[in-house]
């Protein structure tokens, strides 16, 4: 059983148009995230929620718009892509509480042409 | 707000010799969780080890440890008898839970080879 899933693991589209990765967790967690990982394998939090509610937004451009209709999924949809997108995007989910670790999805490697 | 600082980009260390990669953190919250990730060249990321703050002995999962020096805000990883499986990017990251919510911050990584 995968604990974080998240689909496709890869998406190649032309700049300009609207995409969307889903991710799912069967952990009964109750927050999810978004992660950015650039080129330079550089980790960076996008998005958190806890129990649908939007938590973080770390100054993400508006054209990222996460959506949680219940608290195992948290989807990611993209408008307008641009060049710059292009990164590996990694859900993640946690428990509530800082001593447990947050459990990644695959990942899913976007590439913007 | 917290910040996890790795300054060492890259390491070698022979098979079957012990390693210690950097990992020093800044925040002024006293609760906390250091993690360390693992992240193969097939790009998963898989959870190696946790310290809580309040934590009075160094963790330890197999050939991972962790020197945790509270003063000093540091928690290096140390790996010990090297294996060639081990050649990953090992990431450190700070939990620290914020108005309710909660964010892990992670450091920029080391990449680690392994020799024979």
């Known amino acids: 059983d995968t604990a974080v899933s998240q689909t496709p693991k890869y998406l190649v589209t032309q700049m300009g148009n609207d995409k969307s990765i889903k991710c799912e967790q069967n952990?009964?967690?109750?927050?999810m995230y978004w992660y950015k990982q650039d080129s330079k394998k550089f980790l960076k939090i996008m998005f958190s929620?806890?129990?649908?509610?939007?938590?973080i937004n770390e100054t993400v451009p508006n054209r990222f718009s996460p959506k949680s209709p219940d608290k195992a999924h948290l989807n990611l949809h993209i408008n307008s892509l641009e060049l710059g997108d292009s990164a590996v995007y990694f859900c993640?989910?946690?428990?509530?509480?800082?001593?447990?670790?947050?459990?990644f999805g695959q990942g899913t490697r976007l590439t913007v042409v | 707000a917290q910040k996890i600082t790795q300054t060492q980009p890259g390491m070698f260390v022979q098979e079957k010799e012990a390693v210690t990669l950097d990992c020093t953190y800044d925040?002024?919250?006293?609760?906390?969780?250091l993690f360390w990730y693992k992240q193969p060249s097939s790009g998963e990321m898989i959870f190696l080890i946790y310290?809580?703050?309040?934590?009075?002995q160094n963790a330890t999962e197999g050939r991972y440890s962790l020197n945790f020096q509270k003063a000093r805000k540091s928690a290096n990883l140390v790996i010990s008898a090297s294996q060639l499986g081990d050649s990953a990017m090992y990431f450190c990251?700070?939990?620290?839970?914020?108005?309710?919510?909660?964010?892990?911050?992670f450091g920029t990584g080391t990449q680690l080879k392994v020799e024979l």
């Open positions: 925040t002024s919250d006293p609760s906390y969780g």
């Open positions: 310290q809580g703050s309040y934590d009075q």
């Open positions: 990251a700070i939990y620290i839970l914020t108005g309710g919510g909660n964010k892990l911050t």
């Open positions: 952990l009964g967690h109750d927050t």
């Open positions: 929620y806890n129990n649908k509610e939007l938590i």
């Open positions: 993640a989910s946690s428990p509530q509480g800082a001593d447990t670790e947050a459990f």
